[in-house]
Every structure is written in structure tokens, then in C-alpha cells.
């Protein structure tokens, strides 16, 4: 079974509040199951929320750097006072799938929902 805490495209629209479509997608057809992820997070809390956001995603940090298939896990923030980001390095999707399935996940993810007015996840590949 799904879990609805996870349902979005991975971007929740500015003003809508709510995400569309899967908050993870799986792994683009064709990708290696032992290939590593990387996600950027960019979020925007909404006005006033800054505070409840930050410590939202210290508990995401905190859960997911206790997590096997965690390589690292950051967050930093803007000095605009609501852009917060946060960088994922896992050691492939399969950690993926069960990072999703977590509590302090799951937990996190309504946080940021009831804290963040917009959210964009990109699964970026870097630089050699």
C-alpha cells in the first residue's frame, strides 16, 4: 500500500499547499538499483514558519544520518530568512525506497508540509 504521506510530483506549488504525485519518484527507467543518489531539496516556509521548518528538517537530518544507506545528509538556509536547502547523498535507491518508509520520514514529511509554502526535489548527478 502507498503511503499517502508520500503522494506529490515532488514540487508542492506556491499557495497550494499540498504536493502532487510521488514525493519520490523510482529511479529513471533503465538506472541501477546499486547506482548512489543524490537529492537537493529547496524549500520556502511559509510566512512566520522559518523556526518550526528549520527544526522540522533537524529531525530529518537527525533520523536520516542513523539511517545504513545514508552517506550524508545536510541542510542549510538562506540568509532571505525562508529558503532552507537540504542535500542527500544515499548509496542507491534501494536505500531510498527505505528512507521513505520510515517514521521520522513520514513524520518529516507532514511537517514540511504544514511549514513550507513550496518544495522542489531534484536528483542531481555532479561534476566529475
Known sequence: MENPALAGDRTMAPGHGRYHNAFFPPPHSGASMSK???LFVTLQAKPGQ???????IAGLVAG???EAGCVSYNAAYADDGITAYIVEHWKDQAAVDFHNK?????????????HSSNLQIHNVHWLD
Open 50 to 56: 522559518m523556526e518550526a521548518l528549520q527544526q522540522a
Open 36 to 38: 548512489p543518489v543524490h
Open 102 to 114: 520510515t517514521p521520522h520520514f513520514i513524520e518529516g514529511v507532514k511537517k514540511l508540509q504544514e
Open 64 to 66: 536520516s544520518r542513523q
